[in-house]
């Protein structure tokens, strides 16, 4: 669980900044924080964070989400409060756009968060098209850093193939998150590892006597179509 107040989470399309996005203030809400989830993916209408409002303002979340979410616009829009995320004293988890197309609206607030001790996570995913490479990784993120005018503070691995996420796919994506943090000369903070894993007493056992760091998170974020 994050211990600063403003948290930006950004990657490649698909690497899955929504999802963790969600976990993240979830846990934060559980631990007595007042959160405030801010939905910044202008890209994507089919992954929004924001698509599970219900359930996070059922725990105490605040939600500031783009004008087309959960309608039928097609134009996406800045919601008018969005300055609300500099003014709140709650704690701030944005969710990113992906890519650098995504990353382009949080460049016109790069003044206001050059004065705001900010933690932004880079979150990978070994097996997502165009991030398979580290140095397709570590380009992307400079990409994204160029677009947002704000720079990456730690490495998170979150390598997964959805329902189909093994231990070992976990496992042997770490050694390139690693890689691709050492590059970056970034913290790594951990590797995510879904919860339905740990329903087995085998991966449980692997978990507990390894030197790696595991974050569980629970999937939320589907497909229309799953």
């Given at each position: 669980?994050?211990?600063?107040?403003?948290?930006?989470?950004?990657g490649?399309?698909?690497?899955?900044?929504?999802?963790?996005?969600?976990?993240?203030?979830?846990?934060?809400?559980?631990?007595?924080?007042r959160?405030?989830?801010v939905?910044?993916?202008?890209v994507?209408p089919?992954?929004?964070s924001?698509g599970?409002?219900?359930?996070?303002?059922e725990?105490?979340?605040?939600?500031?989400?783009?004008?087309?979410?959960?309608t039928?616009?097609?134009?996406p829009?800045?919601?008018?409060?969005?300055?609300?995320m500099?003014?709140?004293?709650?704690?701030v988890?944005m969710?990113?756009?992906?890519?650098?197309?995504g990353?382009?609206?949080?460049?016109?607030y790069?003044?206001?968060?050059?004065?705001i001790?900010?933690?932004?996570?880079?979150?990978?995913?070994k097996?997502?098209?165009?991030?398979a490479?580290?140095?397709d990784?570590?380009?992307?993120?400079?990409?994204?850093?160029?677009?947002?005018r704000?720079?990456?503070?730690?490495v998170?691995?979150?390598?997964?193939?959805?329902f189909?996420?093994t231990?070992?796919?976990?496992e042997e994506?770490?050694?390139?998150a690693?890689?691709?943090?050492?590059?970056?000369?970034?913290?790594?903070?951990?590797?995510t590892?879904p919860?339905?894993l740990?329903?087995d007493?085998?991966?449980?056992?692997k978990?507990?006597?390894?030197?790696?760091?595991?974050?569980?998170?629970?999937i939320?974020?589907?497909?229309?179509?799953?």
């Amino acid at each position: 669980m994050s211990d600063r107040k403003f948290n930006i989470i950004c990657g490649h399309y698909g690497c899955g900044k929504s999802n963790y996005s969600i976990n993240l203030a979830l846990d934060m809400a559980k631990n007595g924080r007042r959160v405030m989830l801010v939905d910044l993916d202008l890209v994507n209408p089919y992954f929004l964070s924001s698509g599970y409002k219900d359930m996070l303002e059922e725990n105490g979340i605040k939600v500031i989400a783009p004008l087309f979410a959960n309608t039928n616009v097609e134009t996406p829009a800045l919601p008018a409060d969005l300055n609300l995320m500099f003014e709140t004293d709650m704690d701030v988890v944005m969710d990113l756009g992906g890519d650098d197309a995504g990353a382009v609206v949080l460049g016109r607030y790069a003044g206001q968060l050059s004065q705001i001790d900010y933690e932004m996570t880079y979150l990978v995913n070994k097996y997502r098209n165009l991030t398979a490479t580290v140095d397709d990784t570590v380009e992307i993120i400079k990409e994204i850093e160029a677009a947002s005018r704000c720079k990456a503070t730690k490495v998170l691995n979150n390598s997964h193939l959805k329902f189909e996420t093994t231990f070992q796919t976990v496992e042997e994506s770490i050694d390139y998150a690693k890689d691709v943090a050492k590059v970056l000369e970034l913290p790594f903070i951990g590797s995510t590892i879904p919860k339905f894993l740990l329903e087995d007493e085998a991966v449980k056992s692997k978990i507990d006597n390894s030197e790696e760091t595991f974050i569980p998170i629970d999937i939320y974020v589907r497909a229309p179509w799953e």
